[in-house]
């Protein structure tokens, strides 16, 4: 008993003099480091080089942290590239001890470690989450200015379109854009109506869009790369509405300037665009032609999105009858797809958001039973103070277990819901790809086999109607050589080779897999795939030589054959009696 008063005692005082410490501290003198910070925006080099210095110089971790602080700002500011996040990370790990000291300069780090992060190939929670963070627990402390303020939606709105969350993001660039006319920068504006077009443009929200490009075309534009902005949405816009001579003038504009660039990543998306505008006004040599040279330009090979780039060729190529090409560009095609199904993407961002908000909840209540407003109150009476950090502490170890447990039970959650959705992706892309290769089938083929079908017919009925004249029975001799030659005729349009229709046809032309296909003989099989192809019950009569009441009876067994095997009806047959 006595050792646990001692105890008790021990850590009062340690207590007392940890809260008298934390309540009465100084602010601390920051002369040189609160200079460069206040001439960051205007001369962001200078700032640069020399925090990049005093971090050679100083000891103190909190300067260290400040001085980092400054470094990376000023990178961003002058367009520089910094390729770790670990400067930043230490920044955030030393403000974080103390936050509610110089707090805007806590926020300011999440928000750049974030930006940090976006700019190095992070667009997960691990860019998202810091932001996040900074942006809610500004709306309790409003510390930020402005500038860090609009830069930290700008970027929750860059990250959410990355993920396709569109709707989160649009929200996000109007935050964004509010904040930017309040600074009357036109840089920030500029940026920010030209991402939040293309938000729009990605949602077909084409109205809005195009508010927004008016708003950047009356831009007073200060550089090449706002006036190559501009012409890129001008002829996206252009492409949407179907303008695709106007979209064609500005894409050889924006190719003749990248050419000069050398900038392959901006020729890669003019070649194509260029080969999708020909390739709608019909004039499909210069479409195969740009969309190759679009192929061509592709530095990355294994990147999976860049399958947009070998399916328009694929595309382009079939409907010239260049199948070989086609088959090859498709091979890419499918290549790419089996590794986009099998890539790790973070889509849940906007799941995220729905714990973040949880958790930040909970964050802001802690931080305000630790404000110094408590921490003082607390100072009259030691005892209270005592009993209330140990509830504080069992709280706090409770909620962690309560965290990592509901952690666990959302991995395995996110982990099935993964799982699914690469399945579901699996199986759109498949139906896809059967969809369009029936529809290219009866686009091409079904035309030329009823101009067939109906051409047999009317030589069928002609021979017939031959037969009965009055004027060729009274010859016996003519008479019995347009029967022999019906006759042939019959035979000869008789379709009776079966070996046309493969295993693999056939599953292309139904739906129906091999397995399935066992159950049915070959008339049958022969039956199904016409009816794949579009052919009414006169032209199946016709090709198999026999009545159109014999093909409605045959087809009225064969539904319910397939029914009674539990094979998938093709949609053709909706209206077939059994």
């Known amino acids: 008993m006595k050792f646990y008063s001692e105890y008790l005692l ?36 200078y700032v640069f ?13 909190y ?8 470094v990376n700002i000023s990178a961003y500011n002058f367009g520089y590239k910094i390729n770790s996040d670990s400067l930043i990370n230490l920044s955030v790990a030393e403000f974080s001890k103390q936050p509610n000291y110089l707090s805007q300069n806590y926020l300011r780090a999440l928000i750049y470690q974030g930006i940090i992060r976006f700019h190095n190939g992070v667009s997960d929670g691990n860019a998202y989450l810091p932001i996040k963070q ?15 303020s609009q830069l930290g939606n700008y970027y929750l709105g860059l990250i959410h379109n990355q993920n396709n969350n569109i709707t989160t993001s649009h929200n996000y660039f109007k ?11 036109s840089t920030a504006l500029f940026k920010t109506y030209r991402d939040f077009y293309w938000n729009r443009m990605k949602a077909m929200d084409f109205n809005t869009a195009r508010s927004l490009l008016e708003s950047l075309q009356d831009f007073r534009l200060s550089s090449k790369e706002q006036v190559r902005d501009v012409k890129n949405a001008e002829s996206a816009f252009y492409n949407s509405r179907k303008n695709y001579r106007n979209a064609l003038k500005l894409d050889y504009e924006l190719m003749a300037q990248d050419l000069k660039r050398n900038d392959s990543v901006a020729l890669l998306a003019d070649y194509y665009r260029i080969s999708d505008s020909y390739r709608y006004l019909g004039k499909l040599d210069s479409a195969l032609y740009y969309g190759e040279k679009a192929v061509k330009s592709i530095v990355d090979t294994t990147y999976y999105l860049n399958y947009h780039y070998y399916l328009n060729v694929a595309e ?19 290549r790419l797809q089996n590794r986009a199904i099998n890539q790790q993407l973070n889509t849940q961002i906007l799941e995220l958001e729905r714990k973040y908000d949880v958790a930040s909840a909970e964050n802001r209540a802690m931080k305000l039973k630790n404000s110094n407003l408590r921490l003082r109150l607390l100072l009259g009476g030691a005892a209270l103070f005592l009993f209330l950090g140990y509830l504080l502490y069992r709280y706090r170890i409770k909620t962690q277990r309560e965290r990592e447990k509901m952690a666990l039970q959302e991995i395995k959650i996110l982990e099935q819901e993964k799982q699914i959705a690469l399945e579901k992706e699996k199986q759109f892309q498949l139906d896809k790809q059967l969809t369009e290769r029936k529809l290219v089938e009866k686009q091409f083929v079904i035309p030329i086999y009823r101009q067939i079908s109906q051409r047999n017919l009317d030589i069928k009925n002609f021979l017939l109607d031959l037969q009965s004249n009055f004027y060729i029975t009274k010859n ?9 030659e019906y006759k042939n005729f019959i035979q000869t349009t008789k379709i009776t080779d079966t070996e046309l229709l493969s295993d693999e046809l056939f599953a292309n032309l139904t739906g129906i897999n091999i397995d399935e296909s066992q159950l049915f003989n070959e008339s049958e099989k022969m039956m199904m795939a016409f009816i794949a192809t579009g052919a009414d019950n006169q032209q199946m009569a016709t090709l198999l030589n026999t009545s159109v009441e014999s093909i409605r009876v045959r087809k009225s067994k064969l539904k319910k054959k397939m029914i009674e095997n539990n094979v998938k009806i093709l949609e053709e047959m909706g209206d077939v009696e059994e």
Do not use: H
Request: proline residues 4%.
């Open 10 to 45: 021990s850590v009062l005082f340690a207590m007392l003099f940890v809260v008298q410490v934390g309540c009465n501290q100084p602010v601390a003198s920051y002369g040189e480091l609160e200079e460069l910070d206040s001439i960051v925006s205007k001369y962001p080099r």
């Open 49 to 61: 080089n020399r925090a990049e210095k005093l971090l050679q110089e100083y000891t103190s971790p």
């Open 63 to 70: 300067k260290l942290a400040y001085a980092g602080l400054l």
């Open 134 to 148: 900074a942006i809610d627990m500004n709306l309790e402390m409003n510390v930020l200015d402005l500038e860090t």
């Open 175 to 185: 935050s964004a854009l509010m904040l930017a006319e309040k600074m009357q920068d």
């Open 316 to 334: 382009i190529a079939s409907l010239q009858q260049d199948l070989e090409k086609s088959a090859d560009y498709y091979k890419e095609v499918y």
């Open 476 to 484: 016996p001799g003519l008479l019995e050589k347009i029967e022999k």
